[in-house]
């Protein structure tokens, strides 16, 4: 219809303009999902190899372990000085530490506590230094420090 009420001339030619319109608009570049696309995209292109490599290709740490023989809570309760574990634990990234706990009582070295007869392992992945309690040290205290390599 035109703007008098009356009917177009060629109703095929109103019908073909809008959809030419639909499809100049679906071409338009660049269009929201296209973006979104490629952000994700190039987001995802940047941060994997970083999270990767992380994981892969990178040496092993060293294994550590602290073998805590049965009778060590007597032996500290009896006021002994029982040299199991340093003051001072220094591991660096993807060190493994494997504490062997014998004895009948649980056992905190920091924040690992390894139950009577339990073996607990922990890898180091982010550096970190912080004092902690340590049931095995007549003091009760511990520094563990975890650094970069």
Known sequence: M????????????????SGSEARRRDRGWPNQRTLLLYLVGGLLIAVIPVVVSRFVDQPDGEAYTI??????????????DVEIVPDELEFKLRDLLIIVNRDSVKHTIG???VGPGETSE??????????SYCSLH??????????DG
Do not use: Y
């Not at 049965?70 to 006021?79: D, H, Q, S, V």
């Not at 007549?138 to 650094?147: D, E, N």
């Open 111 to 113: 924040p690992f506590e």
């Open 122 to 131: 922990h890898t180091f992945g982010e550096a970190a230094a912080f004092n």
């Open 138 to 147: 007549p003091a009760g205290s511990i520094r563990i420090s975890i650094g």
């Open 67 to 80: 073998d805590i023989p049965p009778g060590t809570a007597e032996r500290l309760a009896a006021g002994e």
């Open 2 to 17: 035109t703007d008098s009420g009356e009917a177009a001339e060629h109703p095929e030619d109103q019908h073909h303009d």
